[in-house]
């Protein structure tokens, strides 16, 4: 299953069709201002918003009903699918036993990384900060600060060194320099994360968030030296520590999260491997050489050992996508499912909850922005380089 491009980022235009199907109007009669509510009037927008939200709730039911008779029971006989899919369920005496002899013996670590920015004139720094925690307590936090720093060639014409600093700032948002500034951060960031797990915990399962395949790893973020380093830690994660899970909080893979409302609480199924995304990622290259077919080849010899699923705690919280090692995919599954099942009404591992609050507590905008305000003081600038936007975030 793979998606195509927004045509946002393909330099397409959307049809008027498109948004006719879309939201059920034509585009002419939302950019009519007289067409639109005056005033706030409370009664019509409630009325509107139960109406629109009983609609979708009825047709989602209609939907699971189809999912859970109709696809579910065929995961296991689809051409060319995993022999492991399917449908499983997982009982409460199955979780107890993974919170007695792995949560809360400290045999499980988690990490999350949080990412914070402050951008000026004459300066751009980012804080990419990591965090490791079991239920015994921190394995550790980790942090990283970078400066974004201009350097203009030295002119002994004033008027020209002071256009060159003028022509590269207002091209830098025209280029793609600060796109690949902003890819950089999270890719790092991503790696950070994977690197801590492997390097800096020690404990017999380590749990992350997201695809551990992720984008951004598996571009490089258009850094060839962050390509290789992000495949060698994903390479050692996948062929030589196997005992990983990692749990999506997004609404990425809208087609698979469709199908696991379909299962009934302490249900997962187990759908493909990583295979097919690595391919998609590594397919739509726009560049090859010696970066694209390490790319490949780790598609091929890793992304086919790690598996994507699904997990569902209880009927009232959404279900979650994990990914696996083949090997330990079923253990993998009832780990995140009996740390989830603690906040049954997220449906998410609540130590993953713990390990995002411990970075943000530590590496979060508040303290990160009150050391660059106090620096910009010490410096005699105040408040001067601060947007009345930034500061009203």
């Known amino acids: 299953m793979s998606s195509r491009l927004p045509p946002e980022e393909t330099g397409e235009l959307f049809g008027d069709d498109d948004y006719r199907e879309t939201f059920g109007e034509d585009v002419t009669s939302v950019l009519d201002l007289d067409r639109w509510s005056t005033g706030l009037d409370l009664d019509k927008v409630m009325e509107r918003f139960r109406s629109e939200i009983a609609g ?10 189809l999912v859970r008779n109709e696809i579910l029971p065929r995961l296991s006989t689809r051409s060319g699918m995993l022999p492991e899919a399917g449908v499983y369920k997982v009982t409460p005496e199955e979780l107890s036993l993974i919170h007695e002899r792995l949560l809360f013996q400290g045999k499980v670590d988690a990490v999350a990384g949080s990412s914070v920015n402050h951008d000026s004139l004459p300066i751009g720094i980012s804080q990419i900060g990591v ?76 749990m992350g968030i997201g695809n ?19 495949l060698s830690v994903l390479q050692r994660v996948i062929h030589e520590h196997k005992k990983f899970v990692f749990v999506s909080g997004s609404l990425q893979d809208r087609g698979f999260l469709t199908m696991g409302f ?17 391919e998609h990622i590594v397919g739509g290259w726009e560049y090859g050489g010696r970066s694209k077919r390490m790319a490949w080849e780790f598609v091929r010899d890793s992304s086919s050992c790690v598996v994507k699923g699904l997990f569902r705690i209880s009927d009232h919280s959404p279900p979650r996508l994990f990914y696996a090692h083949r090997e330990h995919v079923h253990e993998a599954a009832w780990v995140a499912m009996a740390d989830s099942v603690l906040r049954p009404e997220r ?47």
């Open 131 to 206: 965090g490791v925690v079991g239920y015994q307590g921190n394995s550790g936090a980790f942090s990283k600060r970078l400066f974004r720093k201009e350097m203009a060639a030295r002119n002994t014409n004033p008027a020209q060194e002071a256009m060159d600093y003028i022509n590269m700032r207002q091209n830098r948002f025209q280029g793609n320099k600060d796109t690949l500034s902003r890819m950089a951060r999270r890719g790092i960031r991503t790696y950070a994360e994977r690197a801590a797990l492997l390097n800096k915990s020690s404990a017999e399962w380590r």
């Open 347 to 393: 449906g998410f591992p609540l130590l993953l909850d713990v390990a995002e609050m411990s970075c943000r507590s530590a590496f979060g905008d508040d303290g990160f922005l009150g050391l660059v305000h106090d620096a910009y003081a010490q410096a005699g600038a105040n408040l001067q380089f601060f947007s009345e936007r930034s500061m009203r975030r």
């Open 212 to 230: 551990p395949c992720a984008h951004e790893l598996l571009s490089g973020s258009g850094y060839m030296t962050l390509l290789e380093r992000s």
């Open 262 to 278: 379909a299962l009934d609480a302490g249900e997962y199924a187990l759908l493909e491997t990583l295979e097919s995304d690595g």
């Open 56 to 65: 979708a709730m009825h047709k989602e039911g209609r939907l699971r009903t």
